[in-house]
């Protein structure tokens, strides 16, 4: 009686939930891709679609901040520097997640499998990828005012993959080694979440107790996950994001075909 008063499922599914939010949080402080975990799982327990996307942005704010700490107390990452574009992330969740019952997705939503194998062949097969700093290839004004932004829309709208999306960004554009740049990720990636979760409330309410207990799993997760990629560095963080990204794309090309 009392877990049907503080959750809105019965507390055996609670606890399933808890376990795979404590899971997405491990790996998604480290690779990203940890919504392939709860998204199903949520669907799994009865959620229906927008209800189970927003109970996911619930619990999943929960694992980003914390990984987002855990890196800038490591000295990892200024998260003072990293405000505006936050605040830019914020803006693109939000806009995505009002726009989502209003903007077809389903040409998005079939690239992205095929976007995401070519994210995890790029981390895979490219020689002298760790965690050394590179050229940056764009200044990180228009990084934040053309990157960012675009990415932020992207987790609001369909959400799948999103850290991913910034990592490979940092990687790629911004020079960063692979671990500077999974630090790097986390602030925007919550941006993004606090964004979604609040254009989803006038689309569909959060459970809001399922996710709260899901989010606390996530910082445990999420402590775990970034503590083990500090000290390992990208020997972990590439191979889990490969295997992140080519499950998620599997698991999207199996609901669509």
Do not use: C
Not at 26 to 47: E, K, N, Q, Y
Not at 133 to 149: C, E, G, H, N
């Amino acid at each position: 009686m009392a877990g049907a008063l503080m959750f809105e499922l019965p507390l055996d599914l609670v606890l399933m939930l808890v376990g795979a939010a404590f899971a997405a949080g491990f790996v998604d402080s480290i690779a990203g891709g940890g919504g392939l975990i709860t998204v199903p799982a949520l669907l799994l327990a009865g959620a229906p679609p927008v209800q189970a996307l927003s109970t996911n942005k619930v619990q999943g704010t929960f694992g980003a901040a914390t990984a987002a700490l855990s890196y800038a107390a490591s000295g990892r990452v200024d998260l003072r520097r990293q405000i505006p574009a936050a605040a830019i992330s914020f803006l693109g969740g939000l806009a995505g997640a009002f726009l989502v019952t209003s903007i077809p997705t389903g040409q998005v939503e079939g690239a992205l499998p095929f976007i995401l194998i070519a994210i995890a062949v790029f981390f895979a097969l490219r020689p002298g990828l760790d965690d050394t700093d590179r050229t940056q290839r764009i200044s990180p004004r228009l990084f934040m005012l053309a990157v960012v932004p675009l990415i932020g829309f992207y987790d609001g709208l369909v959400g799948p993959g999103t850290g991913a999306f910034f990592m490979i960004g940092f990687v790629t554009l911004a020079g960063y080694g692979v671990l500077k740049a999974t630090a790097h990720t986390k602030l925007l990636n919550f941006a993004s979440n606090i964004g979604g979760l609040a254009g989803f409330m006038l689309v569909g309410a959060p459970w809001w107790g399922v996710g709260i207990a899901m989010g606390l799993a996530q910082m445990a997760g999420a402590r775990l996950g970034s503590r083990l990629a500090m000290r390992i560095g990208a020997r972990l963080i590439k191979p889990l994001l490969v295997t992140t990204s080519t499950l998620l794309a599997l698991k999207l090309i199996w609901e669509k075909f």
